[in-house]
């Protein structure tokens, strides 16, 4: 991508391989990972896990001050098989994806009264996804939700968030062996909402999981997709897509963990940005432990600066304590849609409006191309012409 | 009959905190179905002229008129310029990441005709048009101008002279960079829109190779900001012979 070249002021695009004997993705994590939120400190800040995120507009997410006094409306539409349930904290299935890794993802845990679980059979193959609509109306609310599907079913997953609130929740996907999981998670809240997320993907043997999380909306949001291995074969594909407007912050904080051998990962998000103060973050930390001989993955963020005003922070990083891999790798790189390409498309007699719109479109189009599931690259290359509309 | 009208330009343009003057007093007029050669050293300003016709924000004009059909072009944006019936074929096209060929000369040719060209036509007419200009069709899945030969970029910028079929074409060195064949084959375009009658062309070059395969009616050669000298096409053969001399001698040819 030529435009690779072109570092706008203010954005990092900084990366690093490390090969070392202990972990730093974990290490770096200020405490250990806990359900218990006692066990964090308050952010300050300065923290490597918060020091992209503003604080002051996380309305006491983080500092325990939020009480869950709100209201978010949930759906779910759940094809004949597919059960779901309300469940206690004590319940098996809760938390077994994965463990909170910062104090909010553990004030969640520590907060919501009853957990849902949606359960796919095993050996089920759904033709029609499941639907989770989530819509906000207003105030602070935590959430858990566990998506357990069984061993060589088929499913997939969408989950829409919309309307206005404070959300802080962990949702944990249990990806039996050879099961095929797709989730798409759509993040089209009002620009006030605030959500903070811990996604946790168990992938089990030979089973494959692909998420698909775009970010459109929102004051803040920050999202924590992490994918875990149970045995080997797995395989996982995150795909990513977010579109930062003015005042927005956007992260998304990815981790896969490679433990056992000759799993795959595969990381692609791409993000495009506009307006004063629009600020992008993707943390993408790959671990290859000693174990997981065999593993091959790469992870790749793309951003596009449209006007001047934004900013990206882009940090991959990939820490290896094995040398007996396929393949492993990562890229970043911000680009900027910049006045001569403009001029370039507007003497073809494109107007600026369209000029931007074709530009952006083909920049998440590529992305979108390499879901592989028809209904899916439909509906999001709708959704991506709606906020073309909408905001350029 | 279309006529692009040129009055006393001067272009400016910052560079290094510095304001320069590259355009000082440009006088030409092109009307539809002549071709123009500009001919001149590298520095003498015939790039500037291109681009300040098209609208580029980089210059500043500081006086003088451009009009076509008595608009005034220095008015419009640059879309409109296009959409008035003004092209520029660029020496260096850009790259547009993620932006199909397919998708930029549809996009284009919608803004440029007011309306979708009917698809089974469109397809039809870009698949006629890249066949002339020897393009393979796998082109035009590709991304705009990314990865492009010098060849390719060129036979581009010709293939959207062809569809797009403006009033005034200025072709921006065109033929810097291309090998024989390539140079034939884009020449060829230029001569196929040239035939229709319904295009001016302003032939910016260095060299008077180009001259061998299109025709120009008026030779001007371009120095220090503003045309030297014009002619017919015999003025090609004084400047195959003599070179620019005569012409940068004195004046700041840098």
Redesign the interface.
Known sequence: ???AQNIPVGSTTAGSIAVAAESTVATRMSAPPSFDVADFPVPHGREEEWRFTPLERLRGLHDGTAKADGTLKAEIDAPDGVTVEAVTRDDARVGKAGTPVDRIAAQAFSSFEKATVVSVPKEQVLTEPVRVTLHGEGGTTFGHTVFDVGAFAEAVIIIDHTGDGVRAANVDFLVGDGAKLTVVSVQDWDDTAVHVSQHNALVGRDASFKSVVVTFGGDVVRLHPRVNYAGPGGEAELFGLYFTDAGQHQEHRLLVDHGVPHCKSNVAYKGALQGDNAHAVWIGDVLIEAAAEGTDTYEMNRNLVLTDGARVDSVPNLEIETGEIVGAGHASAT?RFD???L??????????I??RR??V??????LIQQIGVPDIEERLMAKIEAELEASV | MATLEIRDLHVTVEADNATKEILKGVDLTVKQGETHAIMGPNGSGKSTLAYSIAGHPKYTITRGTVTLDGEDVLEMSVDERARAGMFLAMQYPVEVPGVSVSNFLRTSATAMRGEAPKLRTWVKEVKTAMEDLQMDPAFAERNVNEGFSGGEKKRHEILQLELLKPKIAILDETDSGLDVDALRQVSEGVNRVHASGEVGTLLITHYTRILRYIKPDFVHVFANGRIAESGGAELADKLEAEGYEAYTKGGASA
């Open positions: 991508m030529a435009e680009g006045d001569e390409q001029f370039y498309l507007m003497s073809r007699g494109i107007p600026q369209e000029a074709l530009v479109r083909g920049f998440f189009a590529e």
